[in-house]
C-alpha cells in the first residue's frame, strides 16, 4: 500500500496564479484532512471531509476550496494564490471514529512569490 | 474550543540522556491525546495516543507519555534518547468520541536535537 500520496512535492507560484493539490489515499479511509505547516505554528486544519461528497471548513479555510468528488481522492485549490499561502500543506486520513489515527502525506511544499 | 501549547520549542540533548517534553492542553470536553513525531523533510506519524483507561501509554521506539487530567498535561519522555530521535515533536488534541470529524488541534511543535 502507498498510503497517502500528495502531488506536486514542490511548487512555485506568482502571485495570482491558480492552482490545485491532490491527496489520494489507497487505505479505504472515510476521512481526509487537509493543513498547513508554518514555523512555530504547528499543522492548522484547512478543511476537512467525513466522505464522500462533503466538505467541512476547519480553522484558516479563507483563500481555499476543496472537493472530494471520489472517496480516495481530496482536492485543494488556490484560486488566487498570495505570498501568505507560502507553507507546507499536509494531507492526512483516518478511519471514520474519534480517536482513529491520522495518516499523513509526505508534503507538498509551496512558495508564491 | 481546544488549545494545545508546547511549553519548549527547543530541546537539546546529549545521546543516552533522558528527553521530556512538555505539552498541556485546554478543553471544556473529555479529549483524546497524541503525540506525532515528523523526521526531517517527512510527513508526520504516530508515536502514541491517549484514548481511555491507563494514564501511562508507551509507544513506538521506546517513547511513552502520562495523562494527568488534573493537570491537563500530556508529557512526553524517552529514558534514553538516539542519534535517529533527532526530529520535530507534535502534541495533539481531538475531542472525543462524540466530536465531528476526529479533528486533531496540534501544538507549536518541539524540536529535538540530540547531540553525540
Known amino acids: 500500500n502507498a498510503g497517502v500520496t500528495q502531488t506536486p512535492k514542490f511548487r512555485v507560484l506568482k502571485t495570482g496564479q491558480s492552482m490545485t493539490l491532490l491527496c489520494a489515499q489507497d487505505?479505504?479511509?472515510?476521512?481526509m484532512y487537509w493543513y498547513r505547516q508554518d514555523p512555530g505554528m504547528g499543522l492548522r486544519l484547512i478543511h476537512y471531509?467525513?466522505?464522500?461528497?462533503?466538505?467541512a471548513k476547519g480553522e484558516v479555510p479563507d483563500g481555499y476550496n476543496v472537493s472530494r468528488l471520489k472517496k480516495q481522492n481530496f482536492l485543494l485549490g488556490l484560486e488566487s494564490a498570495a505570498p501568505s499561502q507560502t507553507s507546507v500543506y499536509f494531507c492526512?486520513?483516518?478511519?471514520?471514529?474519534?480517536?482513529?489515527?491520522?495518516?499523513f502525506g509526505p508534503g507538498t511544499r509551496l512558495l508564491v512569490l | 474550543a481546544q488549545s494545545v501549547t508546547q511549553l519548549d520549542s527547543q530541546v537539546p540533548v546529549f545521546e543516552e540522556a533522558p528527553v521530556e517534553l512538555r505539552c498541556n492542553y485546554s478543553?471544556?470536553?473529555?479529549?483524546?491525546l497524541f503525540w506525532y513525531v515528523q523526521y526531517p523533510n517527512q510527513g508526520l506519524q504516530l508515536l502514541l495516543k491517549?484514548?481511555?483507561?491507563?494514564?501511562l501509554v508507551k509507544g513506538i521506539n521506546g517513547f511513552e507519555a502520562e495523562f494527568n487530567k488534573s493537570q491537563t498535561s500530556f508529557h512526553l519522555r524517552k529514558p534514553s534518547v538516539h542519534i535517529s530521535d533527532t526530529a520535530e515533536y507534535f502534541c495533539?488534541?481531538?475531542?472525543?468520541?462524540?466530536?465531528?470529524?476526529?479533528?486533531?488541534?496540534f501544538g507549536g511543535g518541539t524540536r529535538v536535537l540530540v547531540k553525540p
Open positions: 478543553s471544556s470536553v473529555s479529549v483524546y
Open positions: 495533539a488534541v481531538s475531542g472525543g468520541l462524540r466530536a465531528a470529524g476526529n479533528k486533531l488541534t
Open positions: 471531509s467525513v466522505g464522500e461528497g462533503t466538505t
Open positions: 491517549y484514548l481511555s483507561g491507563s494514564t
Open positions: 492526512a486520513s483516518s478511519y471514520g471514529r474519534g480517536g482513529e489515527t491520522q495518516y
Open positions: 487505505m479505504n479511509h472515510e476521512y
